[in-house]
T-cell receptor, first 112, second 119 residues
């Protein structure tokens, strides 16, 4: 039931791009993306809703394939501040208000 | 505008004891969710409170209980602590939505968490 993320970890140089994937075995209404820096609380990045609506970050984009129950987060021209662990959170239709099921996480390290 | 505040930040308990964690949601938010995050893992949903009632519950035993007060603040209680309960407990606040289609469209604001160590 927990979404699976890939890759588990990625190391980048500043300015490089990265893609983080999130895959669920259940039908989804929305996918949420959060970033958590070490020792800090998760911080909201983006929401993708069924039907195509997106709300979120200016410099980070994402896609949501409803049929495949998959989402991808695109980090372009990465900055040192992008380092952290990225989690996708999924919400299904059946009365699951704000009940996010978080994925396994992807550790991103951006080096100078 | 204060964000989500949690207390205590760290605590150490022994097996069999009971613990209460507290959370004050972001100003204007009426819904509080609790998550357990083990080291190196994603947050696991425990339950959610809205209008002083438990609205959703994850796969956690009855040892985990909660409460929401009229001012929207919340408590998480864990009884008969086990070593495996050691984790970071995160509180997240949001705006609740009523209606027949209870699908999530809201951002969660997380607190810094309460780090529980069970010895």
């Amino acid at each position: 039931q927990q979404p699976v993320q890939s890759p588990q970890a990625v190391i980048l140089r500043e300015g490089e791009d990265a893609v983080i994937n999130c895959s669920s075995s259940k039908a989804l209404y929305s996918v949420h993306w959060y970033r958590q820096k070490h020792g800090e609380a998760p911080v909201f990045l983006m929401i993708l809703l069924k039907g195509g609506e997106q709300k979120g970050h200016e410099k980070i984009s994402a896609s949501f394939n409803e049929k495949k129950q998959q989402s991808s987060l695109y980090l372009t021209a990465s900055q040192l501040s992008y380092s952290g662990t990225y989690f996708c959170g999924t919400a299904g239709l059946a009365g699951a208000t704000n009940k996010l099921i978080f994925g396994t996480g992807t550790l991103l390290a951006v080096q100078p | 505008d204060a964000g989500v505040t949690q207390s205590p930040t760290h605590l150490i308990k022994t097996r069999g004891q009971q613990v209460t964690l507290r959370c004050s949601p972001k100003s204007g938010h009426d819904t509080v969710s609790w998550y357990q995050q083990a080291l190196g893992q994603g947050p696991q949903f425990i339950f959610q409170y809205y209008e002083e009632e438990e609205r959703q519950r994850g796969n956690f035993p009855d040892r985990f209980s909660g409460h929401q007060f009229p001012n929207y603040s919340s408590e998480l209680n864990v009884n008969a602590l086990l070593l495996g309960d050691s984790a970071l407990y995160l509180c997240a606040s949001s705006l609740g939505r009523t209606g027949r289609l209870l699908a999530n469209t809201g951002e969660l604001f997380f607190g810094e968490g309460s780090r529980l160590t069970v010895l």
